[in-house]
RNA sequence: GGCCCCGUCGUCUAGUGGACUAGGACGCAGCCCUCUCAAGGCUGAGACCGCGGGUUCGAAUCCCGCCGGGGCUACCA
């Protein structure tokens, strides 16, 4: 039998702000289709009617292509498995529950959210393991009308192929009966995957670690419905905060996607440093292109343990791409963190900025003096002279960082006075700051006359 | 509580019985370069390989126990 094409999706859930595990997951199996020559599917996983907003699906939808992590198939761009969306999947999760009613395979369950409560706090009152004592199935209520359907698990054993840990196997007597559809007659998690991934013909499923434990309750459900189990499974490690836990959208802000956007990390940075959490390639190597990934990624060098998210190695990742980057591309991507520039005085900047940013919005703090008056800084009288003879110096040079530079070391030469005597007072005049860029690049980059007139503002009449 | 995954410098990791005086990267420290800050170059500190038992001539690597962390155990996904 010939291999079938490859097939896999990510099926993110639109419940808040885009998700960096939603990028890395994305990563991987975009990885993996390409290298395959397979196709890679979008789907948005939004059956609970609580959490999920549109809004946030368009954020999903906005960060990846971000990142260019582009999908074959979605709610967006349709494909042979249309929809790709669950809220309009859901007769299709109706007719496989009432088929699993019918074979006796699944039960109607009328307990109230109170009653199971009650049966768990039970349970860990015994100190027994917690399964559900299949009330509804052996003596079902008949005064109810409210229901949610139930999986028979059937127990035994479950056995599968997870690429990156081999084979598994589960424990099925250990699970107790869970629920497919819900009383609002939306499907779980639990069941809607299974079915998707069965009817959408998904031949891996590469996914987040966490859902290493559902893996069995979902090939149970794929074996009751008589599908073809998907090929394999890869669990990849989870992305871990700096305190261990896994990422959460509630208590870790880093992983909300935007923010990388916004603070200007590079979507090529922000891939190389995803790739390189929870995968290596066994060699030296630590800045790739996604093309580079894409030829030698393979599960087994993935990592079997979660990796916990750093800052410092993103932004020394970030630099090296910024720093690596051709200095028109780098002015482009500078110019949404620098509105108040236009694109000259940008390019003009590039070359002395590139070298001290880690983050494309670090820019603003070594240039915000172009657009803001700095506060005049308080000079003796010896800075004041050296800055009038700086003026002097200046006064008939083309105003260009080279001439510039040469005409300011001529001051030095003449008066053997130190550079950074001489350089410190007209930086602070300039910027009102101690960090700037080269003095001939912080005087370049302003106007003449504007410059001059800072500097004799600070020279006494 | 039960089940599952995992445990090498602060962090990401190399390592699959002898080449390990445990290698690299980020970060950190010092020096060089230098007008500031970076970048760059050089040097250095930093891991008794979670702990305890085995197996073996020999273990980070194999086995067992313990401890620790994480995940799942929901009418969340």
Not at 320 to 326: C, D, G, L, N, P
């Amino acid at each position: 039998m010939p291999e079938p094409t490859v097939r896999v999706r990510i099926a993110p859930s639109p419940t808040g702000f885009a998700h960096l595990g939603t990028a890395s997951t994305a990563l991987y199996n975009l990885l993996f289709a390409r290298q395959r020559e397979g196709t890679f599917a979008l789907r948005i996983d939004d059956t609970d009617l609580e959490r999920n907003r549109p809004e946030y699906e368009a954020l999903i939808y906005e960060a990846l292509r971000w990142l260019s992590l582009d999908w074959d198939e979605g709610p967006d761009k349709g494909g042979p498995y249309a929809p790709y969306r669950q809220s309009e999947r859901v007769d299709l999760y109706r007719q496989h529950a009432v088929r699993l009613l019918d074979e006796g395979k699944a039960y109607k369950c009328y307990c109230t959210q109170e009653e199971l409560e009650a049966e768990r706090r039970q349970a860990q009152f015994e100190k027994r393991p917690y399964k559900y004592s299949r009330r509804c199935l052996t003596n079902p209520p008949t005064d109810r009308g409210v229901f949610a359907v139930r999986f028979k698990v059937p127990g035994g054993s479950v056995v599968f192929t997870d690429m990156i840990r081999g084979e598994m196997a589960f424990d099925a007597e250990l699970i107790g009966d869970f629920i497919l559809m819900k009383s609002d007659g939306f499907p779980t998690y639990q069941f809607a995957s299974p079915v998707d991934d069965a009817l959408m013909k998904i031949t891996h499923v590469i996914r987040g670690e966490e859902h290493l434990s559902n893996t069995p309750y979902q090939l149970m459900i794929v074996d009751a419905l008589g599908y073809e189990r998907p090929i394999a499974y890869a669990h990849m490690p989870l992305i871990l905060a700096k305190d261990g836990a896994k990422l959460s959208k509630r208590k870790h802000p880093e992983s909300n996607l935007m923010l990388y956007r916004e603070q200007g990390y590079l979507p090529e940075a922000l891939i190389n440093y995803l790739a390189l959490l929870g995968w290596n390639p066994g060699t030296a190597q630590e800045i790739f292109t996604f093309e580079e990934l894409m030829r030698i990624f393979s599960f087994d060098r993935v990592q079997h343990a979660g990796a916990r998210f750093d800052w410092e190695k993103l932004n020394w990742i970030n630099g090296e791409w910024i720093r690596a980057m051709v200095d028109g591309e780098l002015a482009k991507r500078l110019q949404p963190f620098l509105s108040n520039l236009d694109e000259a005085t940008i390019m003009r900047a590039v070359p002395a900025l590139k070298t001290r940013m880690t983050k494309l919005a670090d820019a603003t703090e070594y240039l915000d003096y172009l657009w803001k008056e700095p506060d005049m800084p308080a000079l003796d009288a010896e800075q004041a002279s050296r800055i009038d003879m700086a003026v002097d110096a200046l006064k008939e040079v083309p105003w260009e960082p080279e001439p510039i530079e040469h005409a300011l070391e001529g001051v030095v030469e003449r008066t053997g006075l130190s550079k950074n005597k001489l350089y410190t007072p007209i930086r602070l005049t300039l910027t009102g700051k101690k960090v700037s860029l080269p003095i001939h690049y912080t005087l370049a980059l302003l106007p003449k006359e504007i410059a001059m007139t800072r500097l004799m503002r600070a020279v006494p009449a």
